[in-house]
């Protein structure tokens, strides 16, 4: 079967279509080139995963372990030439060790129609001549999208006074708030190594509001900072929880997690907070959730992890547990759904998923590490529909050990309607053949189509493959959509390796972008 993709073509106040021809059982049919952007559009309707303004899908690969963990970030326009973007190239932190593109946060955080990227170095350190902070570690950079490509120049560092070894940049989130004078949005920022009082790597969760401003594009003023124990967060701030190891966009704040969290004396059980901001941005009282919370399946469990992927699209939110153990079987895995309800402003917890769940493709096995990658979009398996994707890396498949699947679940929708959950693998699903040690699931991620869901409104889903050989390069890494392929450089292809060419261990894939709620 031929899938078609109708894409928006933005530029002088007119729509054009292109139909591209995608994959035919896994072979690549045919390609139509992107129309290049005169301008950045406001009208775009890919603004929040369109680097250079063309209204064709872009990705972007961070690659915060290469160059002795330097880091770079790999950006894929559709109609520009690749750029590997460097935190030396921004003038920012330069030496061994910085990560920078250990996340990455895609988004049109300065309304032009062209997407910025939110970047992370979260041991890139600072002298404090420079911040002030007597030598902060962990900077967030804030790059700006134009019709070629990302801009080296004018970038925007975030200013920040947190200590020394905070991890500062670790976890990132971006939400849109609409407030009684206009729209602004809230960047948040993890620091899960951040001290609190005594409590060392209690964690720290950072808000800063970003405004339009005529002179820099936008300005970045700092909001907040809290952790558990702060007003109206429930917990208390503990040595090792590491509060804000994972941020998602989510309906009325920001969901945090903390996969370390004790829970009374369960070690390193986890759990997942809600950081509610008003319309007006005052902060107000937030709720947590574990394995031992009213309404949650299951209980709280040594190394259960819970809140060790996060993700949230809509009216829906998921949360992984790969550690759980499903009856006798070790680390086989869960999720965690959540459902935002508007009457309330809160989330409430809906089912609890394991591969023994009825209607869940396979069987639950001891090391599938179900939920160690979530994502949750629009159209993953149904039109007009917020889905979930759920990786379990530690699946085999056959006699290929630690393979990997990503299973689709629709949310919402009555057993019967349709649309059945489906697994999909390399080679029945996905381009490639499936391979023992891939690992495929272990990192997810999607860009965004318009966020109205409409029949048209799809959000791509793609996976990070970082364990995947290519050619004689083992653990080179490659990046995958869940469905056809992705244009870079006006190429359509069906998978992305590094623009600088495959390399042995570089574990390409590992840092997806995500977009902003």
Same mark, same amino acid.
């Given at each position: ?20 021809? %995608?994959? =035919? ?29 063309? /209204? ?26 690749? %750029? ?59 790059? #700006? ?76 003023? %700092?909001?907040? =900072? ?30 945090? /997690? ?18 509610? *901001? ?30 060790? /992927? ?29 459902? #935002? ?111 109205? *869901? ?55 894939g590992t840092v997806l972008s995500r977009p902003a709620g």
């Open positions: 079967m031929i899938v078609r993709m109708r894409r928006r073509i933005a530029g002088r106040g007119t729509a054009a279509l292109l139909g591209v021809l %995608l994959l =035919v059982g896994g072979g690549l049919v045919a390609a139509a080139g992107p129309a290049a952007a005169v301008a950045c559009d406001p009208a775009n309707r890919l603004p929040d995963s369109d680097v250079d303004g063309d /209204s064709v899908h872009d990705a972007v690969v961070g690659m915060p372990a290469v160059d002795d963990s330097t880091g770079a970030v790999d950006v894929r326009g559709s109609g520009t030439a690749p %750029l590997v973007l460097t935190a030396e190239a921004l003038g920012a932190g330069t030496g061994e060790g910085q990560q920078f593109g250990a996340a990455i946060v895609m988004t049109d955080i300065d309304d032009d129609g062209c997407s910025d990227l939110v970047v992370s170095a979260p041991r890139e350190g600072q002298s404090a001549a420079s911040d002030g902070a007597g030598g902060a570690e962990g900077q967030v950079h804030i790059v #700006f999208g134009s019709p070629t490509g990302l801009l080296t120049t004018g970038a925007i560092t975030v200013p920040h006074a947190s200590s020394s070894l905070d991890g500062f940049g670790t976890s990132l989130a971006v939400v849109s708030r609409t407030t009684g004078t206009g729209e602004v949005r809230d960047l948040y920022v993890g620091a899960p190594g951040a001290d609190v009082g005594t409590a060392t790597d209690a964690g720290e969760v950072f808000r800063f509001v970003v405004r339009p401003d005529a002179t820099h594009r936008i300005s970045v003023t %700092l909001a907040e =900072v809290r952790h558990q124990g702060s007003p109206g967060v429930p917990g208390v701030a503990e040595t090792g929880d590491r509060f804000g190891s994972v941020l998602a966009p989510a309906r009325g704040g920001v969901l945090a /997690s903390a996969p370390l969290e004790d829970i009374g004396t369960v070690t390193d059980a986890g759990a997942v907070w809600h950081l509610a *901001v008003t319309d007006d941005g005052a902060p107000t009282t937030s709720r947590s959730w574990s394995q031992d919370t009213a309404g949650v399946p299951g209980t709280a469990e040594a190394g259960d992890r819970f809140g060790s /992927s996060l993700d949230a699209r809509g009216l829906t939110a998921v949360v992984g547990v790969p550690r759980e153990n499903v009856g006798r079987l070790v680390d086989a895995g869960s999720v965690q759904v959540l459902r #935002f309800s508007p009457g309330t402003a809160r989330y409430v917890p809906g089912p609890g998923l394991t591969q023994d769940s009825p209607g869940i493709p396979g069987a639950a096995e001891a090391g599938d590490r179900f939920g160690e990658a979530v994502a949750a979009g629009v159209w993953f398996l149904c039109q007009e529909n917020v889905d979930l994707a759920i990786g379990a890396p530690g699946e085999d498949v056959g006699t290929r050990t630690d393979a990997g699947t990503v299973t689709l679940v629709a949310d919402g929708v009555p057993a019967g309607a349709g649309c059945a959950p489906k697994v999909i693998r390399q080679g029945s699903g996905l381009a490639g053949a499936t391979e023992a040690g891939d690992g495929v699931g272990s990192v997810l991620g999607h860009l965004t189509s318009p966020n109205d *869901v409409d029949e048209d409104a799809r959000d791509p889903l793609l996976l990070g493959v970082p364990l995947e050989d290519v050619g004689a390069a083992p653990d080179a890494g490659m990046v995958q959509p869940a469905l056809g392929g992705l244009v870079a450089n006006g190429v359509l292809s069906p998978t992305l390796t590094y623009s600088g060419g495959a390399l042995l261990s570089q574990r390409y």
